[in-house]
């Protein structure tokens, strides 16, 4: 089945340490996208893709980088200049399109302590 | 400054009542208007979509109604079942800036 596979679901990291989320889609979409959901916040986004080797900063890019080295993979490294990194991560991608939909990932919970 | 807000912030139903979400925004260039619906632990799932250029789209028990003067749509879901019980996403898309812009979510309870 085609799809987008975010790994870890769970991640535990200390203060201070860099951590990074993946995602791969087997959907051949060219533009893939991240969000972070707090509660109460919706999505907002991190950054996004639409194509190999080149990528935009959305809405809350400061503390957050990605690289798009395969139209398959989309890695999304939270810093240790992300102030509040704690939150679920969704990893989402689209085929293109001015109307077409995002197809989203199961997401990944990451709490720094 | 938010482009799209949703009311109410959190709903709570009684099963086979209707349940009803609505949005509204502010940017006119907007012509894309999708729903997302969102169970614990998982991504959201597009639920049904509209354009501007109708004003009701069906889908089973999901109704979008869309008014373009008042910059308002809203999400109707009949005969309510515990299992629509999650989170429940608006967003817009269009003109210069194709990226969706999503509401903040509200979250539906439906009691049996």
């Known amino acids: 089945d085609g799809g987008i596979t975010q790994s870890p679901k769970y991640l535990f990291r200390k203060e201070g340490q860099n951590v990074t989320l993946s995602c791969e889609q087997n959907?051949?979409?060219?533009?893939m996208y991240w969000y972070r959901q707090d509660p109460g916040q919706g999505l907002r986004l991190i950054y996004y893709?639409?194509?190999?080797?080149?990528?935009q900063k959305g809405d809350i890019a400061e503390g957050y980088s990605v690289s798009r080295e395969k139209k398959e993979s989309f890695p999304l490294t939270v810093t240790s200049a992300q102030k509040n990194p704690t939150a679920f991560y969704l990893c989402?991608?689209?085929?293109?399109?001015?109307?077409?939909?995002?197809?989203f990932g199961n997401g990944t919970r990451l709490t720094v302590t | 400054q938010q482009q799209v807000k949703q009311s109410p912030q959190s709903l709570i139903v009684q099963k086979g009542g209707i349940s009803i979400i609505n949005c509204a925004y502010e940017n006119t260039a907007f012509d894309y208007f999708p729903w997302y619906q969102q169970f614990p632990g998982k991504g959201p799932a597009l639920l049904i979509a509209i354009r501007p250029d109708v004003s009701e789209k069906k889908e089973g028990r999901f109704t979008i109604s869309f008014n373009k003067s008042a910059k308002q749509f809203s999400l109707h879901i009949m005969d309510s079942q515990p299992g629509d019980s999650a989170t429940y996403f608006c967003a817009a898309r269009g003109g210069a800036n194709s990226k969706l812009t999503f509401g903040k979510g509200i979250t539906l309870s439906v009691r049996p």
């Open positions: 893709s639409q194509i190999v080797n080149d990528f």
């Open positions: 959907l051949n979409h060219d533009a």
């Open positions: 989402a991608s689209t085929p293109g399109g001015q109307n077409s939909p995002l197809h």
